[in-house]
């Protein structure tokens, strides 16, 4: 046989294979797959070699990491434009709703992108070309995702009920699918905890970092009495330039007649449209409007007060203090247990090291995430000091995350890294110790 004939018969098979396994075969899966017998492995992987970054690749050493290079045409019409064109009505999304009410009528240019996208999908698929802008906004309010976007079933374990927009704001969801790099202000005043990080690293200044960043995640609306004191204070005095950019007035942040801060991350509500307010995280705004006993209101600050109070900016309580209400919470409730924690180890390689009786070790970092994607999860690598590395997700993600579901399929490709829910850790800890108090 020609090798052109065993080029065409490998390519079928692993296209067969590839409709419905996630991950590649194993050589003697593959021979299998070619009617071969296993003891042919070493003739089967010479034809890879020459298939190799043509048709097929893989990575050295890594088990079932064989793939294909080449995608069916389908394939590529049909997926690659429904993600882009999610990526294009989030990220669109996010800026219109940046944009003051008298601004909004011009529509962001992420957003055109998106629905020029959604035209080419539906027309490549041959079906009815969505609607106008308006009808856009309906859709991504009151309509699940996979009832109006063309292709969405093609996105992986998109939950069912997922809106674009929640409560007059964008969703968890929307902000997980924004174009990274776009929300420039934010990240901006994220990198103030790069800087840190990297000052405190530098000088091995492990306790004010711990100091610091606990601040942002318990105190996102301070009085400026308490903002002066920390100002002052010894273990600030390395960061205080720092502090002075991670927090702002509050008549900075917003002018409003009276300032609610939101029960649950205590940073002030933002004034929707009606005139009501918020929390600017869906989760926070969920767990409000449920009667629940340890979230109580706030008292609010009056206008004539505002000039009392620091907080910290937007960016800051998007991406450390939302966070990082998982990861003190978690840390409260393993040291109930009785168990040393460590919150940021190593100056934050992780968010918590967990020490066991028995000397057992574990480092975990908590992912308050809208939505799984390999590649972020990757970014947490297995640490070798430790007996297990856990990448920790808040139970209220449950079921969007599907991590049950999900868990073995992804955990094959993190290197020894595992997924668990808050409820999991915690009951893994609680038998730890109870094993070790019956002993
Ligand atoms: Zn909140």
């Known amino acids: 046989m020609s090798v052109t004939k065993h080029r065409q018969r490998i390519l079928k098979v692993l296209q067969e294979w590839f409709k419905d396994h996630e991950q590649g075969p194993t050589l003697e899966e593959l021979c299998q797959l070619l009617e071969m017998h296993p003891r042919q492995k070493a003739t089967v992987q010479r034809w890879l070699q020459t298939m190799r970054g043509i048709d097929v690749e893989w990575d050295a050493h890594a088990h079932r990491s064989l793939r294909l290079l080449t995608l069916e045409p389908q394939e590529i019409e049909v997926q690659l434009p429904v993600t882009e064109t999610l990526r294009y009505l989030a990220t669109g999304l996010a800026e219109w709703e940046k944009r003051s009410p008298e601004l909004r009528s011009q529509i ?3 957003l055109r992108m998106g629905m020029s996208y959604m ?3 539906a027309l490549l698929r041959g079906e009815k070309a969505p609607g106008d802008i308006p009808e856009l906004f309906k859709n991504a309010e009151e309509t699940s995702l996979l009832d109006w976007l063309p292709g969405a079933e093609e996105i992986k374990y998109l939950p069912p009920d997922v809106t674009l927009i929640e409560g007059g704001l964008i969703s968890d969801f929307t902000e997980g699918w924004q174009v990274e790099g776009k929300g420039v202000t934010e990240q901006v005043q994220e990198s103030v905890m790069q800087d ?4 405190c690293r530098t000088l091995q200044l492990e306790e004010a970092y711990r100091a610091f960043r606990q601040a942002i995640v318990l105190k996102p609306t301070l009085p400026y009495e308490e903002f002066r004191r920390m100002l002052t204070a010894p ?3 390395p960061l205080r330039n720092y502090l002075r950019q991670a927090y702002m007035e509050l008549k900075k942040f917003a002018e409003y007649d009276v300032y609610y801060p939101c029960p649950r991350c205590r940073y002030p509500q933002r004034q929707r449209s009606d005139g009501s307010y918020g929390c600017r995280n869906v989760f926070c705004q969920t767990l409000c409007t449920r009667a629940n006993p ?3 209101p706030l008292p609010p600050i009056p206008k004539s007060e505002a000039h009392e109070w ?8 998007k991406y450390v203090t939302l966070p990082g209400l998982w990861e003190v919470s978690l840390y409260e409730s393993l040291t109930r247990l009785g168990i040393r ?5 190593q100056i934050d390689e992780y968010d918590l090291l967990v020490e066991l009786p028995g000397n057992v070790r574990w480092m975990i970092d908590v992912k308050d995430w809208a939505y799984l994607r390999l590649d972020r999860l990757k970014q947490v690598h297995f640490c070798r000091d430790a007996d297990e590395t856990f990448i920790v997700f808040p139970d209220a993600r449950k079921e969007h995350l599907r991590i049950e579901v999900v ?4 955990e094959a490709e993190l290197g020894g890294v595992r997924l668990q829910l808050i409820s999991e850790i915690l009951e893994r800890a609680e038998a730890i110790v109870g094993g070790k108090t019956h002993a």
Do not use: C, N, Q
């Open 119 to 121: 035209y080419l999908t």
């Open 196 to 199: 840190v990080l990297k000052h």
């Open 407 to 410: 868990r073995d399929e992804y």
């Open 235 to 237: 273990l600030f005095h």
């Open 341 to 345: 924690v460590t919150l940021y180890p």
């Open 310 to 317: 620091m907080v910290v900016t937007p960016g800051m309580h």
């Open 294 to 296: 340890s979230l109580l």
């Open 108 to 110: 962001p240019e992420a």
